[in-house]
């Protein structure tokens, strides 16, 4: 029993540990990096990978000091980008690091309750709930905020008709974003089923 404690406490420390270094990562180089490119200090954010209309044929394209290299797959780039295009080829990047800190932080905070050992709390189903929505937001919210900000970048420009504007929703993310609802839905029953048991002695 000694040794099964001591097993989970160092697991428990192991998994805080790694989700530690997630954040420390995702937050230096997915939002702290980018808002520093988009204040100065560090060089910006200055592509895009884009998608071109099937119909055009831009093997390279300029419009201002943005060009435009590729057949299908292109890359959308800024040779000396100015405050309003930095922001907006930063936003996406910047917006997908603070959701993915944010389960981050959830999962730190369930992690917390594995070392105690006191799993089926309250906390950890809202927590859950709170991740699934996340995750969602990450499939459908982002990819909409890149669609967004492509067609601001590239608006008014020969660029647009160029340029295919639009997003697709992967559906493996909604799937994980439903399973891990499911789960907060098991965490919850596992909770009442304690508080029934701890009631009944």
């Known amino acids: 029993m000694a040794l099964k404690t001591l097993w989970t406490r160092v697991d428990s420390q192991i998994l805080e540990l790694v989700i530690g270094l997630g954040l420390l990562l995702v937050g230096l180089f997915q939002v702290l990096f980018p808002v520093l490119g988009v204040t100065g200090p560090f060089p910006p954010v200055d592509t895009r990978d884009v998608r071109l209309d099937t119909t055009a044929q831009v093997p390279h394209l300029a419009s201002g000091g943005a060009t435009l290299r590729g057949t299908h797959h292109a890359e959308l780039a800024f040779g000396d980008p100015g405050l309003r295009d930095r922001v907006l080829l930063a936003a996406p ?13 959830l999962l730190m905070r369930m992690a917390s309750t594995f070392r105690s050992g006191d799993v089926f709390v309250p906390a950890n189903m809202r927590r859950l709930f709170t991740i699934s929505t996340t995750v969602l937001l990450l499939g459908i919210a982002a990819p909409a905020l890149d669609m967004l900000t492509t067609d601001a970048l590239v608006g008014g420009t020969p660029l647009e ?10 559906a493996s993310t909604v799937v994980l974003a439903i399973l891990i609802a499911a789960l907060a839905g098991a965490f919850g029953h596992g909770t009442r089923l304690r508080e029934d048991t701890e009631g009944l002695v």
Do not use: N
């Open 161 to 170: 008709s160029a340029i295919e504007i639009g997003f697709t929703v992967q």
């Open 93 to 105: 990047e910047v917006a997908r690091g603070v959701l993915i800190i944010v389960i981050l932080s």
